[in-house]
């Protein structure tokens, strides 16, 4: 269940971003980026206040995504029900994951690792630059690991 409820909040996270910045291309998205690691760096307060203000100037944009994540999500939910326990689509989301989310640990608390899910959040309240590239290796290491690899770290970490 926290699988799904996680994987959910993922597919949200992307429409919303698409529904965002889909038009107005990289610049814009790196601008973001650069933003909201200047607000991240002192504490999450800042975090809520950017969030508090994104929903206030973008309410349409966030009822949108929300509406649209409930049919892909229980498409997606659904269509793969079977393959959703298999270890090459947890490999997969956990990839998906920390690409987008990694900074947050997303991918760590998909696949069990709460400890190393909140350490994620401490470093993101510390110095959010390092907890990207740390997601991103995350990444990395998930997408050149072979399924047998992946489970057996996975169940051992």
């Given at each position: 269940?926290?699988?799904?409820?996680?994987?959910?909040?993922?597919?949200?996270?992307?429409?919303?971003?698409?529904?965002?910045?889909?038009?107005?291309?990289?610049?814009?998205?790196?601008?973001?980026?650069?933003?909201?690691?200047?607000?991240?760096?002192?504490?999450?307060?800042?975090?809520?206040?950017?969030?508090?203000?994104?929903?206030?100037?973008?309410?349409?944009?966030?009822?949108?995504?929300?509406?649209?994540?409930?049919?892909?999500?229980?498409?997606?939910?659904?269509?793969?029900?079977?393959?959703?326990?298999?270890?090459?689509?947890?490999?997969?989301?956990?990839?998906?994951?920390?690409?987008?989310?990694?900074?947050?640990?997303?991918h760590r608390f998909?696949?069990?690792?709460?400890?190393?899910?909140?350490?994620?959040?401490?470093?993101?309240?510390?110095?959010?630059?390092?907890?990207?590239?740390?997601?991103?290796?995350?990444?990395?290491?998930?997408?050149?690991?072979?399924?047998?690899?992946?489970?057996?770290?996975?169940?051992?970490?």
């Open positions: 269940m926290f699988k799904k409820i996680i994987l959910i909040i993922a597919i949200f996270v992307v429409i919303l971003l698409a529904l965002s910045f889909g038009e107005a291309a990289f610049g814009q998205v790196f601008a973001w980026i650069s933003r909201l690691t200047g607000l991240l760096i002192h504490n999450f307060g800042d975090l809520f206040a950017a969030i508090g203000a994104y929903l206030r100037a973008h309410t349409g944009k966030v009822l949108l995504a929300l509406l649209l994540t409930i049919p892909v999500s229980l498409w997606i939910l659904r269509s793969h029900r079977d393959t959703l326990g298999r270890p090459t689509s947890q490999r997969r989301i956990a990839i998906f994951l920390a690409i987008f989310l990694g900074w947050l640990g997303a998909f696949l069990g690792q709460v400890g190393w899910g909140i350490g994620f959040l401490f470093i993101t309240w510390i110095f959010i630059p390092l907890a990207v590239v740390l997601g991103l290796i995350d990444a990395v290491r998930y997408l050149f690991m072979d399924d047998e690899t992946f489970v057996a770290t996975q169940l051992h970490a």
